[in-house]
């Protein structure tokens, strides 16, 4: 093991340990509130960091495979977010 | 006859009646006539071989693994019932057919009479207890129709139940003491059974089975203290009562107890169960029907009383006793068939059968006079009658019978009952007959026509032969005790004869006789006396108790199935964790074999996040919406989680399957409330959170053991990753699984899918025509809304992807067999894509662009993998048998074209179709009538006024 | 230094880069005490910080040599996606009430989120 | 010929985007990817054609590729400019802004890219469209000067994309 | 390999959608093809019934794929004619809905009818333990949608508490199946079956959770006490042909209970002995009180005979606890009875609504079709009470006599001697109050919508009352067949070397069939 | 590890028997999706816990994890996301018509035929 990698595992760590922290603090957003529009927004957060974190996760495994995973949350984790907000807005999410 | 036909006349011959109704009243009762008379006469024919003194046998399997076959005999004792059922029941038919009146139902009435004839006959027929079983309970159940024939009075509805309800819980108990002798015998033949009288009396359950047959016997019989069913049961119309309770359902129990009589007498047992309880009933019945203004009451409890006089005598247990009964039961049948006639065609003809407003009758009805006095003497047990004969040697037998070491006990209440029985029989002649002509009966009676008087005055005729010239059926009875004692007994003197001499027998006769009169000398005072002293009411008590019984009933049952789903899954799920607790406690645990892998900081991070939103969600899950978005993080930690544990296809899933589900969430709350109320209390609470923590310290005790344990022994997943490509062609293992190996459950899965879209499509239309439908209309947001339905923003957005999102989903869809995705996913993700439209551009404007039919898609998703499934029976090959091959089309790279594809395509549509068209039916709820049609996907959009000068307001016109 | 080396430490340091940013983000949102100043932190430095890790994953793969580079799809998502959520948050804070109210717009009479006819 | 181009791409662009994804989705660059991508390039854009029935009528490729680059340098910048707001400037000393951009671009497509790039750069959101689509409000984490803002967002990028969707 | 077996399941499967894509808007033609696919299935039940009827065993490789690795579908006597019991329910059932316009009443019956079948069917036929919970699965979202078909609120509320409770129901069956899986590592019923015969002394309490958990599950099904509030509510509040063909789903989960408890867990295993001897009996016995309590608690009708289905199912219960080749032989007698007698019930109960309106066990004027409701009611009681002549009785019979030699034989004979007592008591008081006492109620003017029902809804209550005669009337034949049923059940040889010794797709062996 | 997953199985279990125990529907409907979570973990972990290894076949690999389990849970996900559905569907109908979301029906406990 060459020190790059010694340095790359140091910062995958690193990166982990951030992207977890980073979840906890959303996490307090989410229940700290105050408003709803401030929790919708910690979700928002957390499904961006949760893909974060598996790309991560995907490196520090080795694992290829976690692409599509990620890819789909990118693709995918904004709809909740939208329906949310629109249930706060319209009440009907289709209308 | 064979006795098989004999038995199945009545029944069979009970589909006549109801057919021959609209022919008259007098074809009906032919026809059952006939039936009658054919069984009696084919019983006739069997005479001969009884007189022999063989027992005609007939058999048929019918349940030989259990012993229950169609096996019928015919000795003297079945042959005697039978003959004064048959007899006695064409007599009835045809009185029958003279009292029923034009509003009554003929065709019923003798489709119910007839089923019970046939269920008699069965009885008295049967050779297997099991057989004799069905047929008691059916005459249980034939005369629970008889007795409340008048179903619109509310006496004969409560006597028949009264009656079913008695009777039947003898028959009950019955069932246990029949199959207990048969257990014992290891055989439920009676030719078997009557032949191990030893065995049987050493038999440790012998007292069981003899308590149980017993209490059929009583409740049948009408035996103390069962004996109250049966004057209610007078409510039925007289052939009925005439007929039951003479000749043939009370005498039933009396029948049985003979039957048994060769395995059970001569034990102190059944000596002392039996023969006090005859005697108790004797007397009770004939002090009760003293009092008893109804005539049918009063013969009523008469027949009580006899029933307790015979089965007194069978309680002895001698021969001379059983000669005696069997002797009296002939009797008891003629003159009381006669006296219940006669007590009809009183009541038929004065319109009342209430004793204090007759009297004087003998002027009037003359003939019926003549028949109801020869009768009531006999029964009174005056001589040259037959009742006279028999009575006498009860008396003699009772003079013999030492009870409870007492040598007077018996006789003296023997002395009693025969008194009073005497005593009432006086009165029925006299307060009825005799006296001075009366003018203030509700109806001016007279004697009736032949046809009503007849049948009795044949029995009466019967009454007076056997007095006088008991020869005449010496013979007969000493063929039928015989056929009672079996080899039990042995018969040694005639005894059957008017004059025996100055016996002690002779001396209780006339106390009983002179006491007789001499008490109805004294009935004003004593009636007064009976009428002011408290005695228990039966019909008040037995519907006090049923009532209690309904009410206990009710109380055990209302509370506990209140309607209270939270109590029913608490119950469930303390019954699952305590049987979970005792499988555990009761097994064996041995030391984990697998180490626990470290975990680092990320896990720990996710485990508490999913930890903590799990928490919150439980504290904070009455803002509604809040819960949602916490879900919302579980889902998404357990997501991460799965990619974290190598299960990437289970994340995607869980990731798209999470989404979907707070669409259908929220389309959902929109129509519930936003907040839920606190309702329950702390201690609810904390109860609720017991049992809570319970479960999930089970479920985390049991994940925990399984994760530190192995399997016994390798998994059959190991054949799977060893032949997924091989024999799957794909290197996602979890999708050939899916597909190919378990590609069964996977179209079970899909048509669970499908079932759920139609069911939520079904139950929204059910809701829109509905009276829901007005409400929905007049739905008032509970919330204030926002304007710009359809944001610029985001319709530009999703419908710049979504053509990638299909691309993605194309994608996901065909990697899948490789690479996590497959069919499932893709679906999802495409269905996404489409609701991203909806919720973008609207309902309307969106499903205006989207003209396919998503039950359609659904169908076409079912079948399309359900025909890849058949298209292997082609091949010759099991249902969903994969195949597949690699191919070249320069210039792409190798293909790989499978059938699990096809298969997966058709899991692709049942999902998209599915999802689409539970979506689109929860948001059809919430289109109001005055939702607008946008022809516009997006609301505000400057380039239209550019273009269009004028018109550019699209706002919905609310 | 090969190229698989550089690949590698300009991996780590695109993912320290990358984390730091998330970091940030989530400490604005959290400390931010007015909810559209919140919505800055995260959807933006979110961009960034995702997208440093995307490149830090990039870099890696091709310090394996299996050059990858579908990273950048989820990066275009995220691009495309990201200022739709934060839109819809907006209107909400803005529907709300619960930040300071707008200015009216200079063209039109209100703003669309205000624009409801029927309260 | 032009007839034969429209049917098979009406919506070029779109194809494009649609074969470049797949190629990345496969992550692996060969002939048979490019042509199966440009097949579906073909086919997805004519699915989904229902869904777009005012599409702009021009749009300059080349300048979008230069408009991205930008917006990509401009995010980077901005990142680490907020990065040290959220770290260095206390709760009370920020001062966030609404400001109102009058909107020359009309088209919907247009609209949305600016709102895009405004949100994507730190430091600005792009909160609500007015009622008719004519001024785009936007809010700002931390300025002195919100004109300025506002005409540094009009000259720098609204100007260019009245170019590219004209 | 023939796949004879397969078509019970794949004909509905295909039948349905094919339903909702052809005909979605034609009753008639729907009745027409519903009807046709039942006989169908009838006759497919039949012809299995027979190819078992020597003893052999039916097994079906789905996929091709050889036990344990892919799902094996396997008809042994047991299954097929539980098989049969469901397809000739169905045609009666069937017969009703349409006699009596139920299936107009709301969308979708016909597809959901023949998904409802499918769901049962495999549910018989798999040889799979999780595939069995993907079968349960299907007939339980059926289900559902019949239960809740046409609408209306109280059927509604109903219906919320219905299907919450079998979500908690499938959810224990997944923890069940993972607790299995976990311990043995396989999901064929077979190598279950061998597998669980390696589990050492040393280490049990892990297989006898997972046998435990497996048994609630079933018995919720089977509604035993206290897992069966579930069914009173539902079985009243749904529409009637669909209570009656729910009469079978509480015989799925005997089925399991018998199929599990007889060959992977069986009476004499080691590692689960003594695990369900302690209360599954009692809590039989407590089934058949409650339910029989219940019936002369009821102040409807519908909920009389719901609970009348709580008690026969604690009779089959009873027997089926004795873990005795007679008690399961009595067992499959008694649910081939009470599927027949409570369906016809429920019927009945519909009859009674259309002829007056409620099921109110209260005194109103005669009905339309007063005294052929009451005759076919009549005959409904007498065989759920178990008296004679029908079919009931001797199912009781059979039970008492299995019981003879039990520990709680005294229990037994009491419980269900005085059940049958109470019962009595209490479809007396319902039928006299119904059917008689409104002789004696003045005549109003008939309740609106009220209507005489029609000849096709007679002669549906009619056909299950045959069968149930025929049952009785052969009742020694049909016996015999269930003792050797049973007794196949307790030596299950074959079924075990033809499930796992016959090769599939890559086994090592060639196929040897085709 | 397996002491995180299996405790956090416990706590989804805990909460979702919890909130399945509440008197509204939607509560309810919350509780049992995570009884869902819960189960569907429960029945991943049958397969034991492996990290880094997803069953996808590759040249170098070794070790897979399980995949049995996860193709179980894959169906059951399916499954219980149309349960999910229809569960949904039916309280929203009931609440509909009664304007009530009580689980509990307590006019069946007053006799059942005083509900007209
Ligand atoms: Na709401
Ligand atoms: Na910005």
């Given at each position: ?14 990166a ?23 929790r919708?927004l ?5 499904v ?48 | ?17 109801g ?10 009762a ?41 096996t019928l005999m ?12 048959l007899?006695?029941g ?12 034009r ?18 006959v ?33 006496e ?44 049987i ?17 009583f ?29 043939t ?49 009063l ?24 000669l ?21 065609i ?47 040697m ?9 009870l ?30 005799l ?34 010239a ?25 005894y ?10 002779l ?11 001499a ?38 049952t ?52 999913l ?25 998404l ?69 399984y ?9 059959i ?42 069911l ?98 659904i169908?076409a ?20 048998t ?33 999802v ?43 | ?42 959807t ?76 | ?18 074969a ?5 989705l496969q ?13 579906l ?5 004519r699915i989904?054609?229902?869904w ?62 600016l709102?895009?790039?405004i ?23 931390h ?11 009009k ?12 | ?12 499967a ?8 052809a ?12 009807v046709a ?20 065993v ?15 579908l ?13 397809a ?43 595939n ?9 979202i059926a289900?559902?949608?019949?239960m ?10 109903a ?11 499938s ?50 099904k ?26 079978i ?18 009476p ?18 407590v089934?058949l ?47 081939v ?91 007396a ?16 003017a ?34 015999g ?34 | ?11 989804l279990?805990t ?38 290894a ?26 219980s996301f ?35």
């Open positions: 093991m060459t020190s790059a990698d010694g340095l790359f595992e140091i910062a995958l760590i690193i982990l340990i951030a992207l977890a922290a980073g979840q906890i603090l959303s996490m307090a957003r989410l229940v700290i509130g105050p408003t709803v529009a401030d919708i910690a979700l928002d957060t957390m961006i960091n949760a893909l974060g974190l598996i790309v991560v996760l995907g490196i520090y495994q080795g694992v290829k495979v976690y692409f599509e995973v990620a890819l789909l949350v990118a693709m995918l984790g904004f709809v909740s977010t939208v329906a949310l907000a629109r249930f706060i807005l319209r009440g009907d999410i289709i209308e | 006859m064979s006795l098989f036909l004999l038995v199945a006349l009545p029944f069979f011959g009970a589909l006549l009646p057919i021959m109704n609209s022919a008259g009243r007098s074809a009906c032919g026809v059952t006539f006939t039936v009658s008379l054919a069984a009696f006469v084919g019983l006739l024919t069997n005479l001969p071989a009884i007189l022999a003194g063989q027992t005609v046998m007939a058999r048929i399997d019918w349940m030989p693994e259990l012993g229950l076959n169609f015919l000795d003297g004792l079945g042959f005697f019932f039978a003959l004064l059922i007899g006695i064409m007599l009835i038919i045809v009185y029958g057919r003279n009292y029923l009146s509003e009554d139902n003929m065709g019923e009435f003798f489709t119910y009479l007839l089923l019970f004839q046939g269920a008699m069965g009885i008295v027929m049967s050779d297997n207890i099991l057989l004799l079983l069905v047929f008691w309970e059916l005459t249980s159940l034939a005369s629970f129709l008889l007795i409340g024939y008048w179903k619109h009075l509310a004969g509805r409560q006597g028949a139940r009264m009656a079913l309800t008695v009777t039947g819980m003898g028959g009950l108990s019955m069932i246990g003491g029949m199959l207990i002798l048969g257990q014992i015998v290891g055989s439920y033949d009676l030719s078997v059974i009557l032949q191990n009288r030893e065995a009396q050493a038999d440790p359950m012998f007292l069981p089975a003899l308590i149980l047959i017993l209490l059929g016997c409740t049948k019989s009408a035996q103390f203290p069962f004996h109250f069913w049966l004057p209610h049961a007078m409510a039925a119309p007289t052939p009925v009562s005439a007929y039951l309770h003479s000749a359902m009370v005498k039933a129990g009396i029948f049985l107890m003979a039957r048994m009589w060769p395995v059970f007498s001569g034990t102190p047992e059944w000596f002392y169960l039996v023969t006090s309880a005859g005697l108790i009933t004797m007397v009770l019945g004939a002090v009760i029907a003293l009092f008893k203004h109804d005539l049918k009451s013969l009523a409890f008469s027949t009580v009383s006899h029933l307790g006089l015979i089965t007194m005598l069978l309680g002895t247990g001698t021969a001379f006793g059983a005696a009964a069997v002797f009296h039961i002939l009797n008891h049948a003629t003159f009381k068939a006669a006296l219940f006639m006669s007590a009809g009183v009541d038929h003809e004065a319109h009342t059968r209430d004793i204090r407003r007759l009297g004087g009758l003998r002027h009037l009805m003359p003939v019926t006079f003549t028949i109801a006095t020869v009768a009531a003497l006999s029964m009174a047990g005056i001589p040259l009658l037959n009742g006279f004969l028999s009575k006498e009860m008396l003699e037998e009772a003079h013999h019978t030492v409870f070491g007492s040598h007077w006990l018996v006789p003296v209440m023997a002395t009693v009952g025969s008194l009073f029985s005497a005593a009432y029989c006086f009165r029925f002649i006299g307060h009825t007959f006296g001075p002509v009366r003018d203030d009966y509700p109806h001016k009676p007279h004697d009736p026509n032949a046809g009503m008087w007849l049948p009795p005055a044949l029995l009466a005729v019967l009454v007076v032969v056997i007095g006088v008991p020869f005449l059926v010496q013979d007969f009875v000493f063929l039928v005790a015989k056929a009672v004692m079996g080899d039990a007994a042995v018969l040694k003197t005639k059957i004869k008017i004059w025996h001499g100055l016996t002690p027998a001396y209780m006769s006339l106390i009983a006789v002179f006491g007789g009169l008490v109805l000398m004294l009935f004003k005072p004593l009636s007064k006396i009976w009428e002011t002293t408290p005695r228990p009411e039966a019909k008040v008590i037995f519907e006090a108790m049923i009532a209690a019984f309904v009410r206990l009933s009710q109380v055990l209302h509370p506990l199935h209140n309607g209270s789903f939270t109590r029913y899954a608490m119950i469930g799920v303390i019954a699952m964790i305590a049987a979970g607790y005792h499988a555990y406690a009761t097994g064996t645990v041995a030391a984990p074999v697998r180490a626990i892998q470290s975990a680092g900081p990320v896990p720990i991070a996710g485990w508490a996040m930890v903590a939103a799990t928490c919150g969600l439980v504290i904070m899950h009455r803002q509604r919406l809040l819960a949602l978005i916490l879900i919302g993080i579980v889902g930690m357990v997501s991460v989680g799965f990619v974290y544990l190598s299960a990437p296809d289970l994340a995607m899933t869980q990731f798209t399957v999470e989404v979907v589900t707070i669409i259908l969430l929220l389309l959902a709350l929109n129509f519930l409330p936003n907040q839920t109320p606190v309702e329950s209390t702390t201690l609810r609470r904390t109860r609720d959170a017991v049992v809570s923590v319970a479960a999930g310290l089970a479920t985390f005790g049991l994940a925990y053991h994760l530190l344990r192995d399997f016994i022994d390798p998994s997943s190991e054949f799977h990753l060893a032949n997924s490509y091989k024999g799957g062609g794909g290197t996602n293992v979890v999708n050939v699984i899916l597909v190919d190996f378990r590609g069964f459950d996977t179209f079970g899965e899909i048509i669970v899918l499908g079932i759920a879209a139609l939520i499509y079904a139950l929204t239309e059910a809701l829109l025509n509905g009276p829901v439908r007005r409400r929905l209309l007049n739905r008032v947001p509970d919330q204030p809304r926002s304007g710009d339905m359809h944001p610029m923003m985001m319709v530009v957005v999703t419908r710049v992807i979504m053509p990638v999102v299909l691309l993605v989903g194309f994608y996901i869809f065909l990697r899948g067999h490789n690479e996590p995705g497959g069919g499932f996913i893709a679906g999802l993700i495409v269905s996404i894509a489409v609701v991203m439209q909806y919720m973008a551009s609207g309902f309307s404007w969106a499903s205006a662009r989207l003209k396919y039919p998503y039950h359609g898609v169908g998703g079912v079948l399309v993998a359900g025909l890849t499934g058949i298209g292997s029976w082609f091949v010759g090959k099991p249902f969903l994969s195949d597949f091959t690699y191919v070249r089309i320069p210039p792409f790279y190798k293909f790989e074209l499978a059938t699990a594809a096809l298969f997966d395509l058709g899991v692709f549509l049942a999902v998209v179709g599915a689409m068209l539970s979506l689109e039916s929860f948001s059809r709820l919430a289109r109001r009538a005055d939702s607008a049609e946008n022809e516009h996907p997006m609301d505000i959009d400057p380039s239209r006024a550019v273009s269009a000068e004028g018109s550019t307001d699209m706002k919905e016109g609310n | 230094m090969t190229l698989s080396t550089i690949a590698t430490l300009g991996a780590a340091l695109s993912l320290l880069i990358g984390s730091g940013f998330v970091l940030v983000g989530v400490v604005g949102l959290l400390k931010f005490d007015d909810p559209m100043t919140r919505l800055h932190a995260p933006k430095v979110g961009t960034m910080g995702i997208g440093m890790l995307l490149l830090a994953s990039l870099l890696a793969s091709l310090a394996k040599g299996e050059p990858s580079i579908h990273e950048l799809l989820i990066m275009a998502f995220l691009f495309v996606t990201a200022p739709v959520s934060a839109n819809f948050i907006a209107k909400v804070t803005i529907h709300r009430r619960t930040c300071e109210t707008p200015p009216a717009p200079q063209k039109d009479s209100t703003w669309s989120t205000l624009d409801t006819p029927d309260t | 010929m032009v007839r034969v181009y429209n049917w098979l791409f009406p919506h070029p662009l779109l194809t494009l985007i649609l470049v994804v797949w190629v990345l992550n692996d660059v060969t002939a048979g990817m490019v042509v199966f991508g440009i097949i390039g073909i086919i997805i854009p989904t054609a229902v777009w029935p005012d599409r702009p009528k021009s749009f300059r490729m080349g300048k979008m590729f230069t408009y991205s680059l930008m917006v990509l340098w401009d995010i980077v910048v901005s990142n680490i400019h907020v990065a040290w707001i959220v770290i260095t400037v206390p709760n009370a000393k920020l001062r966030p802004a609404w400001i109102v951009i009058p909107l020359d671009v009309k088209h919907p497509e247009a609209i949305t890219v709102a895009g790039t949100t994507l750069t730190p430091g600005t959101v792009s909160a609500d469209l007015s009622s008719q689509g004519n001024s785009l409000l936007v809010h700002v984490l300025t002195d000067d919100p004109d300025a803002v506002r005409d540094d967002i000259n720098r990028y609204e100007r260019r994309l009245l170019e590219i969707f004209s | 390999m023939t796949h004879w077996i397969i078509l019970p399941i794949v004909l509905p295909f039948l349905a959608p094919f339903i909702v894509l005909a979605r808007y034609h009753i008639g033609i729907q009745r027409v093809f519903s696919g039942v006989l169908a299935l009838i006759g497919l039940a039949a012809s299995l019934v027979w190819q078992v009827s020597d003893g052999s039916i097994y079906y490789r789905l996929s091709n794929w050889a036990a344990p690795f892919g799902i094996v396997v008809g042994d006597r047991l299954s097929t004619l539980m098989v049969l019991l469901t000739v329910l169905a045609l009666f059932v069937l017969l009703y809905a349409i006699g009596s316009d139920w299936d107009k009443r709301g969308r979708n019956f016909h597809a959901l009818f023949q998904f409802q079948l499918m769901g049962i069917l495999g549910a018989f036929l798999t040889g799979d333990i999780f069995l919970f993907v079968f349960f699965e299907i007939l339980l289900s559902y949608g019949l809740i078909h046409a609408g209306g609120n109280e059927r509604l509320r219906g919320v508490q219905y299907v919450l409770f079998n979500l908690i129901g959810t224990l069956f997944l923890f069940a199946l993972g607790a299995l899986y976990a311990e043995t590592g396989t999901l064929n019923m077979a190598d279950l079956a061998v597998r669980v015969q390696g589990v050492g002394p040393e280490e049990t309490a892990g297989i006898r959770i997972a046998a435990v958990l497996l048994l609630l599950v079933f018995a919720i089977a509604a035993v006490v206290p897992l069966h509030f579930w069914l009173p509510s539902s079985y009243a509040e749904a529409p009637a042909p669909v209570a009656a063909l729910f009469a789903m509480t015989k799925v989960g005997a089925y399991a209970i018998i199929r599990v408890y007889t060959m992977i867990f069986p004499e295993l080691e590692a689960t002995a003594g695990l369900f001897g302690v209360w599954l009996l009692p809590a039989a016995l089934s009180a409650i339910g029989m309590i219940g019936v002369l608690a009821a102040r409807k009708l519908d909920r009389l005979i719901a609970f009348s289905i709580i008690g026969s199912m604690g009779m089959v219960m009873i027997a089926i606890s004795l873990f005795t080749p007679e008690g399961i032989a009595a067992a499959l007698y008694y649910i009875h009470s599927t027949l007698a409570g369906a016809a019930l429920f019927l009945i109960a519909d009859l009674v609504r259309t002829g007056r309106g409620n099921l109110d066990l209260t005194a109103q004027p005669p009905m339309a079709g007063t005294y052929m409701t009451a005759g076919l009611f009549f005959v409904g009681a007498i065989a759920m009470a178990g008296l004679p002549p029908l079919s009931g009785f001797l199912g009781k019979l059979l039970v008492l006599d299995a019981s003879y030699d039990s520990a709680l034989m005294v229990w037994v004979w009491a419980i269900v001697l005085g059940a049958s007592l109470i019962s009595v008591v209490g479809f008081r319902a039928g006299s109050v119904v059917f008689w006492k409104a002789l004696g109620t003045p005549e109003t008939p309740v609106e919508g009220t209507q005489r029902p029609s000849t096709l809804s007679y002669a549906a209550v009619g056909g299950l009352f045959a069968l149930l005669i025929a049952h009785t009337v052969f009742a020694g034949k049909v016996h067949y269930t003792t050797e049923i049973a007794a196949e059940l307790f030596a299950h040889d074959t079924y075990l070397s033809t499930v796992l010794d016959t090769p599939g797709k890559l086994s090592d062996a060639k196929e040897g069939d085709h | 590890m397996e002491l995180l997953v299996a405790s956090a199985i416990g706590v279990t909460a979702g028997v919890y909130l399945t125990l509440r008197l509204r529907t939607f509560p309810v409907i919350l509780g049992m999706s995570l009884l869902t979570y819960a189960v569907n973990v429960f029945l991943f972990a049958s397969g034991r816990l492996t990290i880094g997803p069953p996808i076949l590759s040249d170098g690999a070794t070790t897979y994890t399980d995949p049995l389990p996860q193709a179980l849970v894959l169906t059951a996900i399916v499954i149309g349960m999910t559905a229809v569960v949904v569907m039916i309280s929203l109908g009931a609440y509909l018509g009664s304007d009530d979301d009580h689980v509990d029906d307590p006019i069946e406990a007053a006799g059942s035929e005083v509900r007209k």
